[in-house]
């Protein structure tokens, strides 16, 4: 089975911190997702990675980065943290190989930010 | 902005019951993909439709594609309170490699 891991499931951090969420997949995909949801607007995709190296912005990118520079691990850095990036993060991942394809996804990490 | 958006934003229902839930989208896509979220934790994907196909059963699962409406939707035949979960469409665009995520239906089964 796919597994898809984040760091942490709770993280509580304070204001003007740099924070740095971890995903680590072990299928060997090309693909990797981070997303953010809040209740009433769904997932929103934050940043995108089609392989080492290579990222390309979502739809929410602003206060946000990420590292791709393992082909396993994705993360994403916040490098100011404000409360209103307070949310549960998702990180997903799936092959490239061939089209139709799901994604498989973290347990999420609820961040806090005091 | 958000691709797909799911309608209704919640449904309660009694266990037996049939429930449907509706996705609609803006752009031209590949695929069609449901996932379900337990309060909490991370999406588990059912389903995926392709952009040629109208309707796919897995289970109790029924999903339907229109692609000249460019909308879908999921039904979950007889429902269980175990059933009782967000459920999102996400849509897999032709241009770029993203899969967008609607703001999903919260599903109560009531035992």
């Known amino acids: 089975d796919v597994k898809v891991t984040q760091s942490s499931r709770y993280l509580v951090k304070r204001t003007g911190e740099k924070v740095f969420l971890e995903c680590v997949q072990d299928m060997d995909h090309e693909n990797m997702f981070w997303y953010r949801q809040d209740p009433g607007l769904g997932l929103r995709l934050i940043y995108f990675s089609y392989d080492v190296k290579m990222k390309e912005k979502g739809d929410i990118p602003e206060g946000y980065s990420v590292s791709r520079e393992k082909k396993e691990r994705f993360s994403l850095i916040l490098e100011s943290a404000s409360t209103n990036q307070t949310s549960m993060y998702l990180c997903?991942?799936?092959?490239?190989?061939?089209?139709?394809?799901?994604?498989?996804f973290g347990q999420g990490t609820r961040l806090t930010v005091v | 902005s958000q691709q797909g958006e799911e309608d209704p934003q919640a449904l309660s229902i009694q266990e037996g019951e049939n429930a449907t839930m509706n996705c609609s989208y803006k752009?031209?896509?590949?695929?069609l993909q449901w996932y379900r979220q337990n309060s909490g934790r991370g999406l588990v994907h059912l389903i995926l439709?392709?952009?040629?196909?109208r309707e796919k059963h897995s289970g109790r699962l029924r999903v339907t594609l229109d692609t000249s409406k460019k909308s879908s939707s999921l039904l979950i035949t007889a429902s269980r309170a175990a059933d009782t979960a967000s459920y999102f469409c996400?849509?897999?665009?032709?241009?770029?490699?993203?899969?967008?995520f609607g703001g999903g239906t919260r599903l109560m089964v009531k035992p």
């Open positions: 997903a991942s799936r092959t490239a190989r061939y089209l139709n394809t799901e994604a498989f």
């Open positions: 996400a849509t897999d665009a032709i241009a770029g490699n993203m899969l967008t």
């Open positions: 439709i392709r952009s040629n196909e």
């Open positions: 752009t031209s896509i590949n695929n």
